[in-house]
């Protein structure tokens, strides 16, 4: 085999190979979607290379006021309920999407705050009988999907408190200060 043959043979295979590794870097990130247990703010994990691609596909649009705080779970094992303190912001809510589907909001103006100070969100497929209830309509069949919690204009009052994310009675995502 001549050097011309040789060069025009291993061009060819790395043009076969470089897509193959490509999709496979885009695979893994897809399929390792475990929840790594503590929220991720958009801005400020984006040297992660997993939060870059979600900063391109989401978070191309954040305002310089705003603070969104992600967490990846799975709606699929079951219900989640959120337990947190309300932020001192002019405005907060939550929402949930799967891939580019938007899901509902629930936001400050809508959350019943309780005596002790603390909200619980449920997101879940079925709506609670008590009809006070803090409930985000999970639509059926999501799956894996992220939870975003927005902040927009916090005030000085810093740091915020993350909420505590529950499935079936087992905390999966604990909470945070930002």
Not at 75 to 102: C, R
Not at 158 to 166: K, W
């Amino acid at each position: 085999m001549n050097t011309s043959s040789l060069l025009f043979c291993s061009v060819l295979l790395s043009l076969l190979l470089v897509p193959i590794i490509i999709a496979g870097a885009a695979g893994f990130f897809l399929l390792r979607w475990e929840n790594i247990g503590r929220w991720q703010e958009a801005k400020r994990h984006e040297f992660r290379i997993r939060m870059k691609i979600a900063r391109w596909i989401w978070f191309r649009y954040i305002h310089l006021d705003c603070q969104y705080w992600i967490a990846f779970v799975n709606f699929d094992k079951g219900p989640l309920k959120l337990v947190g303190q309300p932020p001192d912001a002019l405005y907060w809510s939550f929402t949930y999407n799967k891939f580019m589907e938007v899901g509902p909001v629930i936001n400050s103006n809508d959350i019943g705050i309780g005596p002790n100070g603390e909200y619980e969100i449920l997101i879940s497929t079925d709506r609670p009988e008590d009809a006070e209830a803090n409930w985000l309509n999970l639509r059926k069949g999501v799956g894996r999907g992220v939870i975003y919690f927005r902040i927009y204009e916090p005030r000085g009052n810093f740091p915020t408190r993350l909420p505590s994310v529950f499935q079936n009675g087992k905390q999966i995502v604990v909470e945070g200060c930002s």
